[in-house]
């Protein structure tokens, strides 16, 4: 039914409706009892009307963005994130997840997001992006505890140049990484501050510092307040990016 013929079969029905609300229906004279009966209500006795009943305000529709990727053919674990126009991470969306943490849709791996930032704030409509890394056999070594120069603890990114992804036709791409930490530890991270990979579990570091130690092995610091410790990262290299491209955040 089209918008008019629907406005009109309204209007039509409406005057009949009105007629029916307002129409009193006829009943029965009351016979001498059912009138003594009557009268002997009192208007504190008489029944009330019904209020109308409160309608609930229906939910407001989900933010929900379907995103889906081809993984790039490396095993190991995938970190995914969420970027503004202007290029800055709004939400670690995965981090370290398996490929079961992803369902498999026709061609694809396939996940969601609610429209939040890591705050758990509703983001502003607009555009958006995701993208992130399949970071493959890392290796970490525990060198122990090792006095660094201030200057290399100062040492906060260093460039690596991975391997190339063979579902994209761009060249080795080169990505910054550096040393996030928080009350969990510390964790490889790019520069945007997308984690990558786990360091150490120490819950009291208070600065950390990277430095390359050839091309697919890096060198890290941190410093718990009492100690320095000193790890490798090998295999650094063997990450390879991936592209989720824009989409519209309503």
């Given at each position: ?11 039509a029905?409406?005057p ?26 009192s ?45 800055r ?114 819950p ?15 060198n ?26 824009e989409?519209?955040?309503?």
């Amino acid at each position: 039914m089209t918008t008019r013929s629907t406005l009109g079969f309204l209007i039509a029905i409406f005057p009949s409706v009105a007629l029916a609300q307002e129409s009193p229906t006829l009943t029965p004279s009351p016979t001498p009892a059912a009138s003594s009966s009557s009268s002997s209500i009192s208007p504190e006795q008489s029944v009330a009307p019904s209020p109308p009943s409160e309608q609930t305000p229906s939910p407001s529709p989900a933010r929900t963005v379907r995103i889906s990727f081809v993984p790039p053919p490396i095993e190991g674990t995938i970190s995914l994130g969420i970027y503004d126009q202007a290029g800055r991470m709004v939400r670690v969306l995965h981090q370290n997840a398996q490929l079961n943490d992803f369902a498999i849709g026709a061609d694809a791996l396939v996940t969601r997001w609610d429209g939040k930032d890591d705050g758990n704030q509703d983001l502003p409509s607009g555009r958006y992006h995701a993208r992130g890394y399949l970071v493959g056999a890392l290796k970490r070594e525990d060198l122990g505890e090792n006095s660094r120069p201030q200057t290399e603890m100062e040492a906060n990114v260093v460039k690596v140049r991975l391997v190339r992804n063979p579902l994209r036709k761009d060249k080795r791409p080169v990505v910054e990484l550096g040393i996030g930490f928080n009350s969990d530890g510390s964790y490889l991270k790019t520069s945007d501050g997308l984690p990558l990979f786990k360091i150490s579990e120490t819950p009291n570091v208070t600065r950390a510092g990277i430095a390359a130690k050839s091309e697919n092995a890096v060198n890290i610091w941190q410093d718990d307040g009492t100690t320095v410790h000193q790890f490798r990262v090998s295999n650094v290299d063997q990450m390879m990016a991936f592209d989720c491209g824009e989409f519209e955040l309503r």
